[in-house]
């Protein structure tokens, strides 16, 4: 059973700080892999995708990757409260090779407080 | 706007009833796909279709069906048979059949009663 895990918080974290998320996952062979953001009751919608280990940036957003440790980790510099939702981990175990590979996490609840 | 559109956005039935949901994009994806959410848990895959006439099961696809005759359109049909069907569920669709990049439809909850 190929597995994604997160922390399902909630995280809380000051306006203006750092969020850090983490995730691991269990087969050794992904390749792929994408953060989503979800907003209480709407859909999840991509922030984030990285293929190779290291930090990959976009605006406040870093997404680190060790293969090795088999973790994927989401960083949120100067964290606002419209941050606040939940952030789904998601791995590409390689199954299709498409997106039906996809395996999600369940997700970790951020609270950016004010 | 290129995008998804599910309907409808909220759902309420009675046991013993199937019911249809509705998924049609404009975004000339190849393949479409069907998840399921639960409270507090991840995205599971129901079905999944790579091309026009053909589809595949996921992880959890006893109790639906769906079918792909139009490129846009993939219907997911909850039948009777699903034991558990009250949950949110989000219909997405990837460029082509190797894409790893979803975008989703806005979502449909269904509510058994």
């Known amino acids: 059973q190929k597995e994604v895990e997160q922390n399902s918080g909630p995280l809380s974290v000051p306006e203006g700080a750092i969020a850090s998320l983490n995730c691991t996952y269990s087969?050794?062979?992904?390749?792929?892999f994408f953060w989503y953001r979800q907003y209480s009751g709407k859909s999840p919608e991509l922030i984030m995708s990285?293929?190779?280990?290291g930090d990959k940036e976009d605006g406040r957003f870093t997404a680190q990757l060790n293969k090795a440790s088999q973790y994927v980790s989401l960083l949120i510099r100067d964290s606002q409260p419209s941050d606040s939702a939940t952030y789904l981990c998601?791995?590409?175990?390689?199954?299709?090779?498409?997106?039906?590979?996809?395996?999600f996490g369940k997700g970790t609840h951020l609270i950016i407080q004010p | 706007d290129g995008g998804i559109t599910q309907s409808p956005k909220y759902l309420f039935r009675k046991e013993g009833q199937n019911v249809t949901l509705s998924c049609e994009q404009n975004l000339n994806h190849d393949a479409m796909y069907w998840y399921r959410q639960d409270p507090g848990q991840g995205l599971r895959l129901i079905y999944y279709?790579?091309?026009?006439?053909?589809?595949q099961k996921g992880d959890i696809a006893e109790g639906y069906s769906v079918s792909r005759e139009k490129k846009e359109s993939f219907p997911l049909t909850v039948t009777s048979a699903q034991k558990n069907p009250t949950a949110f569920y989000l219909c997405?669709?990837?460029?082509?059949?190797?894409?790893?990049?979803?975008?989703f439809g806005a979502g449909s909850r269904l509510t058994v009663l």
């Open positions: 998601a791995v590409n175990t390689g199954r299709g090779g498409g997106a039906d590979g996809l395996t």
């Open positions: 990285i293929y190779s280990n």
């Open positions: 279709s790579q091309i026009v006439n053909d589809f």
């Open positions: 997405a669709s990837s460029r082509t059949a190797g894409a790893n990049v979803l975008t």
């Open positions: 087969d050794r062979v992904s390749q792929s």
